[in-house]
T-cell receptor, first 115, second 113 residues
Framework: NAGVTQTPKFQVLKTGQSMTLQCAQD?????MSWYRQDPGMGLRLIHY???????DQGEVPNGYNVSRSTTEDFPLRLLSAAPSQTSVYFC??????????????FGSGTRLTVV | AQSVTQLGSHVSVSEGALVLLRCNYS??????LFWYVQYPNQGLQLLLK??????LVKGINGFEAEFKKSETSFHLTKPSAHMSDAAEYFC???????????FGSGTKLNVKP
C-alpha cells in the first residue's frame, strides 16, 4: 500500500522556470490538498480538490496552479518560479463521507529551492 | 475563521520527564482536533484525533490529549519522554462536514539525555 507518493523529493529551479510537482494516491480518496511548510509558519494550504474535476484555492494560491483529471493524481504547477517559493511541499489526501472526521495521509514531501 | 495556536515553538525536556505541548483553537462550532508528528525530513504522521467521543484521547507511542471545551484547548501529553520523541508536533483542526484542515505553527520537542 503506497499511500501518497510525491515526486521529485528534491528540486532546484532557477527563477522564472516552471515545473510540476507530482502527487498520486492509491487509496481512492476524494479529497486532496497541497500545503507548503516554512519555518515557524506551520503548514499553509495552497490548493485543494474535493474530487476529480473540482479544485479550489487555499490560503496561498498565487503562483501555483492545479488540476484534477483523475481521482488518483493531483499535480501542482509552478508557473514562474520565484525565490519566495523555496519551501517544502506536501501533498495530502483524506477520504470518507465526512472527511473532516479523519486525519490526512501525507506524502513524504518535495523540498524545492529556487535560486 | 478558524485558527490554531501552539504555545512555544521549542520545548526542551529531559528524558523521563513529562511532555506537555499546548494547543488552543478558535472555532464557532465544535471542531475535530488532531495532533501530528513530523520526524526530520519526513512527512506528517497522525498521532491522535478527537472526534466528539471521549474527551481524553490516546494515541500512538504513549501520547494522549484531552479536549477541554471550556478552555478551547487540546494539549498533548506523555508521562515520560524518550529520546525517540524528539520531533516537531503540529496541532490541527477541521470542522464537521468540512474538508479543510487548519494547522498550528508547530512545536519542536527536544529531549535531553
Amino acid at each position: 500500500n503506497a499511500g501518497v507518493t510525491q515526486t521529485p523529493k528534491f528540486q532546484v529551479l532557477k527563477t522564472g522556470q516552471s515545473m510540476t510537482l507530482q502527487c498520486a494516491q492509491d487509496m481512492n480518496h476524494e479529497y486532496m490538498s497541497w500545503y507548503r511548510q516554512d519555518p515557524g509558519m506551520g503548514l499553509r494550504l495552497i490548493h485543494y480538490s474535493v474530487g476529480a474535476g473540482i479544485t479550489d484555492q487555499g490560503e496561498v494560491p498565487n503562483g501555483y496552479n492545479v488540476s484534477r483529471s483523475t481521482t488518483e493524481d493531483f499535480p501542482l504547477r509552478l508557473l514562474s518560479a520565484a525565490p519566495s517559493q523555496t519551501s517544502v511541499y506536501f501533498c495530502a489526501s483524506v477520504g470518507g463521507s465526512e472527511p473532516g472526521l479523519y486525519g490526512y495521509t501525507f506524502g513524504s514531501g518535495t523540498r524545492l529551492t529556487v535560486v | 475563521a478558524q485558527s490554531v495556536t501552539q504555545l512555544g515553538s521549542h520545548v526542551s525536556v529531559s528524558e523521563g520527564a513529562l511532555v506537555l505541548l499546548r494547543c488552543n483553537y478558535s472555532s464557532s462550532v465544535p471542531p475535530y482536533l488532531f495532533w501530528y508528528v513530523q520526524y526530520p525530513n519526513q512527512g506528517l504522521q497522525l498521532l491522535l484525533k478527537y472526534t466528539s467521543a471521549a474527551t481524553l484521547v490516546k494515541g500512538i507511542n504513549g501520547f494522549e490529549a484531552e479536549f477541554k471545551k471550556s478552555e478551547t484547548s487540546f494539549h498533548l501529553t506523555k508521562p515520560s519522554a524518550h529520546m525517540s520523541d524528539a520531533a516537531e508536533y503540529f496541532c490541527a483542526v477541521s470542522l464537521y462536514n468540512f474538508n479543510k484542515f487548519y494547522f498550528g505553527s508547530g512545536t519542536k520537542l527536544n529531549v535531553k539525555p
